[in-house]
């Protein structure tokens, strides 16, 4: 099997893209999968490293706002149509998939054009505009959240799997977790808190997090604190200016990056993130309570409806971005952690979430679509 993955820009797309090559690898030993991104996300770095090839072209997401760059940015997305296409004569794959991002219209596009099987997965609760845009082009589109199937107008075949992610759900005995808890800095004596916002932070939720340090409100809880690599340096600064050592808090262990994420997060109380569709999908999966801080102004507002796929089922708490405050979200977290009730039954409820077989039920698809191309 040849297969091309158009996945760019964030992590969100290109870690489901990724996850999808891995199967197809497991499954098919003899296979060969190479990517399509551009010169400028993540996929420079996460792609290669998994052990992809990489082949890039120019794309950019259209604004409505006519400007110079507009201009400029159009005119090289169209050139990104036949940079597609060339890749596509060049590599014959046997089937096409795109996994988000604007990326994907260029090469989805080509695709049809010389009648290669496409499919598409959208990790959002709220489709983006490429995935809207494709729909009707596209053999089957494949969705994280059941949500998302009546948002998805004009589409051939839509099919529910979940979205894969490298995040699962593991028991730890206690002593396991002692020596994980205490590698980090801190002890298993009071509930943790795990708060993150990406791999490259979140500054509206480290702002909340500094006032709660400033003002000494977690007496009754731990912090686990993942700033993100490029704002540790101004939070210590930040931190200092108020003589307090970053490296020495009670109650708090603050870190640029969390490297063994799946450890942590297995072993904390409550988590504190945005809400991305792998941030929920790895929530769900781990049924861990969480407060979740949709980030603000991006397409369709997406992450408040990913968010709102566990707060309607009682697993979490939504406080709005412009609504945030470290006084805010202290008193949220004492709600949650001070009742083991309620701590247990929000769990159990975002493991309702969870989609068991992912990658089993994305291969069969990817079967199915090529089989009906013959």
């Not at 219209?105 to 099987?117: C, E, L, M, Q």
């Not at 397409?299 to 971005?321: D, P, T």
């Not at 009742?339 to 039920?361: H, I, Q």
Request: proline share 4%; charged share 25%.
């Amino acid at each position: 099997m040849k297969v091309i993955i158009a996945a760019a820009g964030t992590a969100g797309h290109i870690n489901p893209g990724l996850a999808i090559a891995n199967k197809i690898k497991e499954e098919d030993k003899n296979s060969k999968v190479i990517f399509i991104g551009t010169t400028r996300g993540l996929e420079n770095d996460l792609v290669p490293r998994a052990g992809y090839e990489l082949k890039t072209i120019n794309a950019y997401g259209l604004s409505k706002k006519i400007s110079i760059e507009t201009i400029k940015n159009t005119i090289k997305t169209l050139k990104g149509f036949k940079e597609a296409e060339k890749i596509i004569k060049e590599f014959k794959p046997d089937i096409v998939i795109g996994t988000g991002g604007y990326i994907c219209g260029a090469v989805i596009t080509a695709a049809k054009k010389y009648k290669i099987p496409t499919l598409l997965h959208e990790s959002n609760a709220f489709p983006g505009k490429a995935i809207k845009f494709l729909a009707p082009k596209t053999d089957t589109i494949l969705v994280s959240f059941k949500d998302a199937i009546p948002r998805i107008k004009k589409a051939k075949n839509v099919v529910f799997t979940g979205t894969p992610v490298k995040i699962k759900k593991k028991e730890y005995a206690l002593k396991e977790k002692e020596k994980i808890i205490k590698n980090i800095g801190i002890t298993v004596e009071k509930p943790i808190v795990l708060i993150f916002g990406g791999s490259q932070g979140a500054q509206k939720i480290n702002e909340s997090i500094i006032e709660i340090i400033i003002n000494k409100l977690n007496k009754n809880y731990q912090i686990i604190w993942a700033t993100g690599p490029k704002q540790y340096d101004l939070i210590k600064e930040n931190l200092e200016n108020n003589n307090i050592n970053i490296n020495n808090i009670k109650n708090i262990k603050i870190l640029p990056y969390i490297y063994n994420m799946e450890e942590i997060m297995n072993n904390v109380d409550l988590i504190v993130a945005r809400s991305g569709a792998m941030t929920i999908t790895e929530i769900s999966n781990l049924a861990k309570p969480s407060i979740l801080v949709p980030l603000p102004n991006v397409s369709n507002n997406h992450q408040l409806y990913n968010a709102k796929v566990l707060e309607k089922i009682g697993a979490a708490k939504i406080i709005l971005n412009d609504e945030l405050t470290g006084e805010k979200l202290n008193k949220e977290i004492l709600k949650i952690v001070d009742n083991k009730d309620t701590l247990l039954n929000m769990g159990k409820n975002a493991f309702k979430a969870s989609v068991p077989d992912v990658e089993n039920k994305i291969y069969e698809q990817i079967l199915k679509v090529l089989k009906e191309q013959k």
